[in-house]
């Protein structure tokens, strides 16, 4: 009896071990992000760095605010996630009802097409469609990172509402529809206030996914004042002779905090929509 | 005017209508261009192109640095998934534990995920770094290596160097996952097994990697496409380099439009990408129907 005891005292620290080793490892990139973002020049220059700062200082991203493009980034990010959310969760819900509510020729392949197009590869995507702003005119705008971002998020969103909506009975909009509403009138004021939830999840997905893109806005954004953060983050190492890694560091940690929060949130959602139907059987 | 039917009857398309203009202009569309453009020589000179079949992709099984790009790609996905879904399962199988702060340390395992990849790309360039780089300073102090290593800017170390970050940030999915699918396991299982005598391992092998392998069929086949189309990382990090050491179908395709400006050529590679993808794609999706 006292053997199985301790052989289950010596299996807990096993574990306690495997999960400390493994939180170290993945968060170290992210804690020394932070670390060094709080360091003055020459902690971060030095041939013997310390874990944790001497001299905790706030320069880093006092300059980075003040002396470099950062803030439009910033801006320019908040801009295009915040449109392109908009836009997705609007387009994503009628479909997304229509795809639950009706029986209709063609919804099967709907359905397929929607999965299919995620999968496509998002470099023979950047290619023509590069070829198509420039056509329009829309090269070097935000309107063409948000047409784009929008259409990403479309297929995961609609997908997503569809089965949201299926678990909201149909009884409340029959009687309304009997009541003299049309079906918008009845998807605004009584279906859509029920799927909140499902709104919200499909709106933080939307802006994290424009939030972290980097292909299309490296593609399409040519100059400085129209850049995202992603890469005017990873286009800033170029511009001073010295990498200011501190100032850099320090971008990069603002630009972690939205995308962290929202998906702390998320990801129970994202597992469940990514692997639906697998794990029943 | 239509009528009260008719109108209800076109309804489900209208609603449909914006959701399948956006796919049809903004990811059909290119998709059907690209690969007729792949079937053109049209490259910044040419921009009309002429029709030269399948040429393009006859010339790609000549060129060495596409068959370099190629090998890479098969190289990085094999690798990153493999490594990605042997520490994911792992990790799974320790937060499956029950002991106390497992949800902390199931929070805290998040953050490789949850960090937008771009950022954290510049982020282990930074550990990375030859001069001042941390990975360096460890490594010295622990006496593995002598001198600072560039691990982007080297031959030997660089796809590794990559290779290891792409694990890293995939690990959380698969864990998080794998430990849903771990949690709906029934104990019942598990006692009986151990009335009847088995071991932990046997246990393991006879009870939870069944009860797995669908969801780990899912789990790869899906990692294997994100990780096969995988642009940003390698392009933060090393640009494809040095001297395609680390080139990627994605960034060779890249490359081959914004800077060498071959139209043609660079959406025959990316068409090559599409036909292995939609392999992968025909897999999943009649998985998940």
């Not at chain 1, 999965?115 to 290619?127: E, G, N, R, S």
């Not at chain 1, 149909?170 to 799927?195: F, H, K, N, Y």
């Not at chain 1, 597992?271 to 697998?278: D, K, L, Y």
């Not at chain 2, 959701?19 to 059907?32: D, G, N, R, S």
Request: proline fraction near 4%.
């Amino acid at each position: 009896m006292i053997g199985n005891r301790r052989t289950k005292r010596l299996k807990t620290a096993g574990v306690y071990l495997g999960l400390i080793a493994f939180s170290a490892v993945l968060l170290f990139p992210f804690l020394w992000m932070i670390s060094t973002s709080l360091k003055p020049d020459h902690e971060v220059f030095t041939q013997v760095p310390r874990w944790i700062p001497q001299e905790p200082t706030l320069d880093n991203y006092r300059n980075l605010l003040t002396r470099t493009s950062y803030p439009t980034y910033f801006r320019n990010s908040i801009l295009v996630s915040v449109i392109t959310t908009l836009a997705a969760v609007v387009i994503a819900s009628f479909a997304g009802y229509s795809l639950s509510r009706f029986r209709f020729r063609g919804r099967r392949g709907v359905g397929i097409l929607i999965l299919v197009v995620q999968m496509f590869p998002a470099v023979l995507l950047v290619i023509p469609l590069f070829t198509l702003m420039q056509q329009l005119g829309l090269l070097n705008t935000h309107l063409s990172l948000i047409i784009a971002y929008g259409t990403f998020a479309l297929p995961f969103s609609t997908w997503m509402l569809k089965g949201y909506f299926d678990t909201i009975p149909t009884a409340l909009e029959e009687s309304a529809l009997i009541d003299g509403c049309t079906r918008t009138q009845a998807l605004r004021q009584i279906v859509l206030p029920l799927a909140a939830p499902g709104l919200v999840t499909v709106a933080l997905f939307s802006f994290v996914l424009a939030w972290q893109e980097y292909l299309f806005a490296l593609a399409f954004t040519r100059t400085e004042p129209m850049r995202t953060l992603t890469v005017g983050l990873a286009l800033m190492q170029g511009q001073h002779g010295r990498i200011s890694w501190g100032e850099i560091m320090a971008g990069a940690f603002i630009a972690c905090i939205p995308a962290v929060l929202i998906f702390t949130f998320l990801q129970r959602y994202l597992v469940q929509g990514f692997t639906q139907g697998a794990v029943k059987g | 005017m239509l009528s009260q039917r008719q109108r209800s009857k076109l309804l489900p398309y209208i609603y449909l209508l914006p959701c399948l203009i956006l796919i049809a202009a903004i990811l059909l569309y290119p998709v059907l261009v690209g690969i007729y453009t792949s079937l053109l020589d049209r490259d910044m000179y040419t921009m009309e192109g002429v029709f030269v079949g399948l040429r393009n992709f006859r010339r790609l099984a000549d060129e060495p640095v596409f068959l370099l790009a190629l090998g890479n790609t098969l190289w990085w996905t094999g690798t990153v998934v493999a490594g990605q879904y042997v520490l994911g399962l792992m990790l799974a199988l320790l937060l499956n534990e029950d002991v106390r702060g497992r949800f902390v340390f199931r929070a805290l395992i998040l953050v490789p995920w949850v960090v937008p990849l771009a950022v954290a790309a510049v982020a282990w360039k930074w550990i990375y770094a030859e001069y001042y780089g941390i990975l360096n300073h460890i490594l010295r102090s622990l006496g593995i290596i002598r001198h600072n290593v560039a691990w982007l800017a080297n031959h030997e170390t660089a796809m590794w160097s990559v290779i290891a970050v792409g694990i890293w940030k995939g690990i959380p999915f698969v864990a998080i996952v794998l430990l849903a699918a771990l949690q709906s396991i029934p104990r019942e299982e598990y006692e009986a097994a151990m009335i009847d005598g088995a071991g932990n391992l046997q246990s393991f092998i006879h009870i939870t990697l069944p009860n797995l392998r669908g969801i780990s069929f899912i789990v790869i086949v899906l990692t294997t496409i994100w990780n096969f189309n995988q642009f940003d990382l390698t392009h933060i990090l090393t640009r494809g380099g040095p001297g395609n050491a680390t080139q990627l179908l994605s960034t060779y395709t890249y490359q081959l439009f914004f800077s060498a400006f071959q139209f043609s050529f660079a959406a025959a590679v990316a068409v090559v990408m599409l036909v292995v993808l939609m392999c992968l794609t025909v897999i999943y999706v009649r998985r998940i129907i």
